[in-house]
């Protein structure tokens, strides 16, 4: 299967974004952020909110927006919560949770779906 122009490979340990189809009413960009304050402060639980919110952009980029695949663990890491990775609950929210190689902490990677 021959990879479209606008599709890229998805390279372990290269940063990327999560972006939504959608924009905000001013027509910026989404991209799934993460929040950089524990869910439970003041306890450090190593939970963390994400949120779509307006891309920061290449110029002055924000890392809680940036992302690394790892193929070996098959995770997404947080760039701005280096020991956080990207976690699916049960009722399919999304959070980020420290890495403790659980099941909802891994992906599949598919460029064609």
């Known amino acids: 299967m021959e990879q479209a122009k606008d599709e890229e490979s998805l ?10 189809n959608k924009t905000d009413a001013d027509g910026n960009t989404l991209v ?7 869910q439970y402060a003041p306890r450090t639980t190593g939970v963390h909110n994400v949120y779509l919110s307006a891309f920061a952009g290449k110029e002055k980029p924000n890392l809680m927006q940036q992302w690394i695949w790892n ?6 890491r947080s ?22 190689g659980l099941h909802n902490q891994r992906f599949k990677y598919n460029i064609v779906t």
Do not use: C
């Open 32 to 38: 799934i952020t993460a929040d950089p304050t524990d």
């Open 79 to 100: 760039i701005g919560l280096p020991a956080g990775a990207l976690f699916e609950g049960f009722n399919q929210n999304m959070i980020v949770y420290n890495w403790r």
């Open 11 to 20: 390279i372990s340990g290269f940063p990327f974004y999560l972006k939504s």
């Open 71 to 76: 193929a070996e663990e098959q995770s997404l």
